[in-house]
């Protein structure tokens, strides 16, 4: 079983840049479609964005398209969020999460995801 483990969020002004890290330990995580939610106050966690299990496939929600950039690390068994021009409706915990059960379902839903990080706080101030 993969254990995940975020980290690298903090806080930051309006504009700024902040990278998050999703180190995996027990699998490698090059056979698992990787994704990253978010889940601010109040609200409903929300997809962010995926990376396929060969890494050829990227996508990524409507609100931080442009903004941020998924990537994976195959010797370290990490996954990371680039995150730029942050605005402070990014402010949010964000996850990541691994798909070891080769889901068939969308790469946007909760529920294709199996494996999930215990979240790292990124808050964006105005």
């Known amino acids: 079983q993969v254990q995940l483990v975020e980290s690298g969020g903090g806080l930051v002004q309006a504009g700024g840049s902040l990278r998050l890290s999703c180190a995996a330990a027990g699998r490698t995580l090059s056979n698992y479609r990787m994704g990253w939610f978010r889940q601010a106050p109040g609200k409903e966690r929300e997809f962010v964005a995926v990376k396929n299990w060969s890494g050829s496939t990227t996508y990524y929600a409507d609100s931080v398209k442009g903004r941020c950039t998924i990537s994976r690390d195959s010797a370290k068994n990490t996954v990371y969020l680039q995150m730029n021009s942050l605005k402070p409706e990014d402010t949010a915990v964000y996850y990541c999460?691994?798909?070891?059960?080769?889901?068939?379902?969308?790469?946007?839903?909760?529920?294709?995801?199996?494996?999930w990080g215990q979240g790292t706080q990124v808050t964006v101030s105005s």
């Open positions: 999460a691994a798909d070891t059960r080769n889901s068939r379902l969308s790469a946007i839903l909760r529920m294709a995801y199996d494996t």
